[in-house]
C-alpha cells in the first residue's frame, strides 16, 4: 500500500509557542489530505480536509485560526498548531487520500508543556 | 452523511478463541467500509476494506469480515486469536466524498 509519513513524530514544547507537523505521501500524489486529532482511548476526530492548491476545509468547533493548514505540493501538508497551550497536547494523524481509501501516517504526538 | 457505531468499547478472549468485533454503519450512499488496527503510539494499520466487490472481505492476519446489507453491519472476526492481536480496533465508514467516519474503536484484549 502507499506510504505516508509524519514529522515530527513527537514534540513538547512551551505554552504559547507554534508547532508544525507535516504530512507527506512518499509514493503517490494525493490532492486531498485529512488531519485527525487523537485524544487517549479515543477515536480519530476530523479536523480538516486539506486540498492542494486551495483552502482547507475546517470541521465545525475546530478553530482555523488556531491549526494552520497549508496543502502547498501534491504530496505534502502542513499543520501548524499556534500559540499552543495544554489543552492541544494530543495525537495528530494525517491521511492522504487514494480513491477510495485513505492511507495513514504514523502520527506526532504533540506535548504542550 | 455517514457514520458507524462499534458495539462494544472493550472486548476479551482468551487465546485460540473466535474474535468478534461489531460495526454498524449508516450511510445515504452505497458505502466503502473499513476496519483499522492501532497499536499504542502509533498510527492506524488497514486490515480490510470493503469497496462493492465481493461482501466476505479477507484482510491481514487471518481477520476477514462479511458485508450485510440488510443488516447494514460490518462485523471484523477471526477464527483464533493471538496475544499479538491485543489492540485497539476501528471500524470506518466512507462515502462519495470519501469523508472518512471512525467507530468509537473497540480494546481487544486476549488472556493466555
Known amino acids: 500500500g502507499a506510504v505516508v509519513s509524519q514529522h515530527p513524530s513527537w514534540v513538547i514544547c512551551k505554552s504559547g509557542t507554534s508547532v508544525k507537523i507535516e504530512c507527506r505521501s512518499l509514493?503517490?500524489?494525493?490532492?486531498?489530505m485529512f488531519w485527525y486529532r487523537q485524544f487517549p482511548k479515543q477515536s480519530l476526530m476530523l479536523m480538516a480536509t486539506?486540498?492542494?492548491?486551495?483552502?482547507?476545509?475546517?470541521e465545525q468547533g475546530v478553530e482555523k485560526d488556531k491549526f494552520l493548514i497549508n496543502h502547498a505540493s501534491l504530496t505534502l501538508s502542513t499543520l501548524t498548531v499556534t500559540s499552543a497551550h495544554p489543552e492541544d497536547s494530543s495525537f495528530y494523524i494525517c491521511?492522504?487520500?487514494?480513491?477510495?481509501?485513505?492511507?495513514f501516517g504514523p502520527g506526532t504526538r504533540l506535548t504542550v508543556l | 452523511a455517514q457514520s458507524v457505531t462499534q458495539l462494544g468499547s472493550h472486548v476479551s478472549v482468551s487465546e485460540g478463541a473466535l474474535v468478534l468485533l461489531r460495526c454498524n454503519y449508516s450511510?445515504?450512499?452505497?458505502?466503502?467500509l473499513f476496519w483499522y488496527v492501532q497499536y499504542p503510539n502509533q498510527g492506524l494499520q488497514l486490515l480490510l476494506k470493503?469497496?462493492?466487490?465481493?461482501?466476505l472481505v479477507k484482510g491481514i492476519n487471518g481477520f476477514e469480515a462479511e458485508f450485510k446489507k440488510s443488516e447494514t453491519s460490518f462485523h471484523l472476526t477471526k477464527p483464533s486469536a493471538h496475544m499479538s492481536d491485543a489492540a485497539e480496533y476501528f471500524c470506518?465508514?466512507?462515502?462519495?466524498?470519501?469523508?472518512?467516519?471512525f467507530g468509537a474503536g473497540t480494546r481487544l484484549t486476549v488472556k493466555p
Open positions: 491521511s492522504a487520500r487514494d480513491v477510495p481509501e485513505q492511507f
Open positions: 509514493d503517490f500524489q494525493a490532492t486531498t
Open positions: 486539506s486540498n492542494e492548491g486551495s483552502k482547507a476545509t475546517y
Open positions: 450511510s445515504s450512499v452505497p458505502p466503502y
Open positions: 470493503y469497496t462493492s466487490a465481493a461482501t
Open positions: 470506518a465508514v466512507s462515502g462519495n466524498n470519501n469523508d472518512m467516519r
